[in-house]
Antibody, heavy 123, light 110 residues
Framework: EVQLVESGGGLVQPGGSLRLSCVGSGFTFSSYWMHWVRQAPGQGLVWVSRINGDGRTTSYADSVKGRFTISKDTARNTLYLQMNSLRDEDSAVYYC????????????????WGQGSLVTVSS | QSALTQPASVSGSPGQSITISCTGTSSDVGGYNSVSWFQQHPGKVPKLMIF???NRPSGVSNRFSGSKSGNTASLTISGLQAEDEADYYC??????????FGGGTKVTVL
């Protein structure tokens, strides 16, 4: 059974930093692209970032580019999201999701999701 | 990276069919077949319902179907049931090598 378990969320002041972790099990972690998706309270889903199987290729939404860094440790089956220069608008539940390959060759987000980690940015 | 456009709400009576639209541009929905749909019940984690425009993951009811025409993708729910009441989101790959979600549609079963 595929499982994704996030941790690392919490309350942080504007301008602060936080690192989220997501441990994967039940699948070959190094073979999958992984994504982070966030959802502010009462709002919709927003794609944040993705990383390829070996961790060498990354992409970011414009809203977090230059502030967030996605990475993965395949030996530990762990995905990370380092969040710096946090803003009020970054407050959200952050989900890690697995990204399988579709027939078009793109690695779409979301065939399996973690339970989410709440990040609150507030003074 | 503008969000895809979805209607805020769609409603239908039990047994009816409803369709949710997801409109983008030629740089996302219109340019790629990498369009997915998710269902999210309140307080729950999103669930993949459709991937690659028309494909259903194992375990998803065949009452859910996807299609695409031009820059608009659609999710159709046939034989609407009370348990289908939820929020639905589309997502698409884009020419910027990133993904974008729609704003979400609240489905109400009357």
């Amino acid at each position: 059974e595929v499982q994704l378990v996030e941790s690392g969320g919490g309350l942080v002041q504007p301008g602060g930093s936080l690192r989220l972790s997501c441990v994967g099990s039940g699948f070959t972690f190094s073979s999958y692209w992984m994504h982070w998706v966030r959802q502010a309270p009462g709002q919709g889903l927003v794609w944040v970032s993705r990383i390829n199987g070996d961790g060498r290729t990354t992409s970011y939404a414009d809203s977090v580019k230059g502030r967030f860094t996605i990475s993965k440790d395949t030996a530990r089956n762990t995905l990370y999201l380092q969040m710096n220069s946090l803003r009020d608008e970054d407050s959200a539940v952050y989900y890690c999701t697995r990204g399988p390959r579709d027939g078009s060759g793109n690695y779409y987000p979301g065939d399996n999701w973690g339970q989410g980690s709440l990040v609150t940015v507030s003074s | 990276q503008s969000a895809l456009t979805q209607p805020a709400s769609v409603s239908g009576s039990p047994g009816q069919s409803i369709t949710i639209s997801c409109t983008g541009t030629s740089s996302d929905v219109g340019g790629y077949n990498s369009v997915s749909w998710f269902q999210q019940h309140p307080g729950k984690v999103p669930k993949l319902m459709i991937f690659e425009v028309t494909n259903r993951p194992s375990g998803v009811s065949n009452r859910f179907s996807g299609s695409k025409s031009g820059n608009t993708a659609s999710l159709t729910i046939s034989g609407l049931q009370a348990e289908d009441e939820a929020d639905y989101y589309c997502t698409s790959y884009t020419s910027s090598s990133v993904w974008v979600f729609g704003g979400g549609t609240k489905v109400t079963v009357l």
